[in-house]
């Protein structure tokens, strides 16, 4: 079982930047491929980014390229994710995501997320 933590989140103006932690405990989660998701009121979850195991492959939605940047700190168990120049449509709750394959069983697991909340 891994167990993630989200923090970071809070209310900033409209270009304003926030950097989101999220502290994984019970296994590591050096061999998991981690993402950030986010879902806006009324709104499906949709994906923001994501990072392998690795970190040599990183993915953004089109959304946030630019201006969003994931990393991840496996000597610390923790992903991060720096939110800069925000926009209003960036409100919403953002979730950890992690996620392995071990043969031909998936495993994933999420945290309870962090509430981000950009004004005009």
């Known amino acids: 079982q891994v167990q993630l933590v989200e923090s970071g989140g809070g209310m900033v103006q409209a270009g304003g930047s926030l950097r989101l932690s999220c502290a994984a405990s019970?296994?590591?989660?050096?061999?998991?491929?981690m993402d950030w998701f986010r879902q806006a009121p009324g709104k499906e979850r949709e994906f923001v980014t994501g990072?392998?195991?690795?970190?040599?492959?990183?993915n953004y939605a089109d959304s946030v390229k630019g201006r969003f940047t994931i990393s991840r700190d496996n000597a610390k168990n923790s992903l991060y994710l720096q939110m800069n120049n925000l926009k209003p449509e960036d409100t919403a709750v953002y979730y950890c995501?992690?996620?392995?394959?071990?043969?031909?069983?998936?495993?994933?697991?999420w945290g309870q997320g962090t509430l981000v909340t950009v004004s005009e």
């Open positions: 019970g296994r590591t989660i050096s061999n998991y491929a």
């Open positions: 995501h992690a996620g392995i394959t071990v043969l031909t069983l998936e495993f994933e697991y």
């Open positions: 990072i392998t195991d690795s970190g040599n492959t990183i």
